[in-house]
């Protein structure tokens, strides 16, 4: 259960609370996302995919990196990432990395926009 107390006066403990809403339905969401990965930074990019599991409100597992419309085996294995201050880091070893970075920041949108969904069908 959550219990949190909430101060009109500062947004970011709002939002907290306004995420805390979504958490029980966060648990067990799978999407797919897609990002833009820059190996070589303004050199070589590539389009990938990855199956996203939320396990928790700032928790999921990345699955099946792949590229776009692909049927090849996955490009990296699996893991987990999360949201810690704002940052989407590596749970197995708390850093960040380029590649959680930018799945991580998939993963923001994806969600933004699926709370912006949310909240404009209540």
């Known amino acids: ?6 101060s009109l006066f500062v947004p970011e403990v709002f939002i907290v609370w306004h995420a ?6 966060m648990d067990q969401l799978v999407f797919t996302i897609s990002f833009v990965y820059e190996i070589l ?16 409100y700032d928790c999921c597992l990345v699955r099946e990196i792949r590229r776009i419309n692909s049927n090849e085996s ?5 893991m987990k990432l999360q949201k810690n201050l ?9 850093n960040e990395s380029n590649i959680s970075r930018t799945i991580g920041e998939a993963i ?3 969600l933004s ?9 209540i």
């Open 1 to 6: 259960m959550w219990i949190i107390l909430v």
């Open 20 to 25: 805390s809403l979504y958490s029980i339905s």
């Open 41 to 56: 930074p303004d050199a070589l990019q590539v389009d990938l995919s990855a199956e996203i599991e939320m396990v928790g």
């Open 74 to 78: 996955p490009l990296l294995p699996e």
């Open 86 to 94: 704002g940052r989407w880091i590596h749970s197995a070893s708390g």
């Open 108 to 110: 923001s949108r994806h």
């Open 113 to 121: 926009q699926r709370e912006k969904r949310a909240d404009e069908n």
